[in-house]
């Protein structure tokens, strides 16, 4: 079974600052998708990144940027030009993409990030 | 508007008193699951579907029942709801096709429910 760890239950960052926020993942598939999504108190699930793990090239979105180590199995996202808006819950996830696990997705516990102003 | 509602947003239920908790989506997604998050931890998938007619188990399946009858409806049943079924609910849905939204999870606004 796939498992994903964020070892950072929180983070706080100065505005203007950047920040990385840590996942790692377990697997022994090829093939998969991992992401990140962002929870703010309204408890809706908003989509911040995503990457596809055949491809090498880091996915970046405006102020949000991963580093996606394949081997190493982690899956880090940073932030760049901290605003008070980005303060959240940010979940790492994981989704497999082919075989008899297509569909089945793994999330992990989160990390609170606090943004200073 | 591209959306994933669900019915009710929140719901309070006494112990063994069936419900359903419907999701809906209008995007013409294959793909849809249902997720809870409980207080620390993450989502937990409880059951997905790729397809109509198609369902499998996630990683919290015990207790719950699901149907995918219409491509767009992907109804989450507790047939006996127990107090470890308080949470928080999540349905999804995505694209299972190829292309660069594929397999992107679309949420749905969250179901609270509390079992007395």
């Known amino acids: 079974a796939q498992t994903v760890t964020q070892s950072q239950p929180e983070m706080s960052v100065q505005e203007a600052e950047t920040v990385t926020l840590s996942c790692t993942y377990d697997?022994?598939?090829?093939?998969?998708?991992l992401f990140w999504y962002k929870q703010p108190p309204s408890r809706q699930m908003i989509l911040v990144i995503r990457q596809e793990a055949y491809k090498q090239q880091n996915a970046t979105e405006n102020r949000f940027s991963v580093n996606f180590q394949k081997a190493a199995k982690s899956f880090s996202l940073k932030i760049s030009d901290s605003q008070l808006g980005d303060a959240a819950m940010y979940f790492c996830?994981?989704?497999?993409?082919?075989?008899?696990?297509?569909?089945?997705?793994?999330f992990g516990d989160g990390t609170t990030l606090t943004v200073k102003p | 508007e591209a959306q994933v509602t669900q019915n009710p947003r929140y719901l309070i239920t006494v112990t063994g008193k069936k419900l359903t908790v419907t999701c809906s989506q209008n995007?013409?997604?294959?793909?849809m699951s249902w997720y809870r998050q409980d207080p620390g931890l993450g989502l937990r998938q409880i059951y997905y579907s790729m397809n109509v007619e198609v369902t499998d188990k996630g990683d919290v399946p015990e207790g719950y029942k699901v149907s995918r009858k219409e491509k767009r409806n992907f109804p989450l049943i507790l047939e006996s709801p127990s107090p470890n079924q308080t949470s928080l609910y999540f349905c999804a849905s995505s694209l299972s096709l190829g292309g660069p939204l594929a397999d992107t999870q679309y949420f749905g606004p969250g179901t609270r429910l509390t079992v007395l």
């Open positions: 995007m013409n997604h294959e793909y």
């Open positions: 697997t022994s598939e090829s093939d998969y998708y």
């Open positions: 996830a994981y989704r497999s993409a082919l075989g008899t696990n297509a569909g089945k997705s793994t």
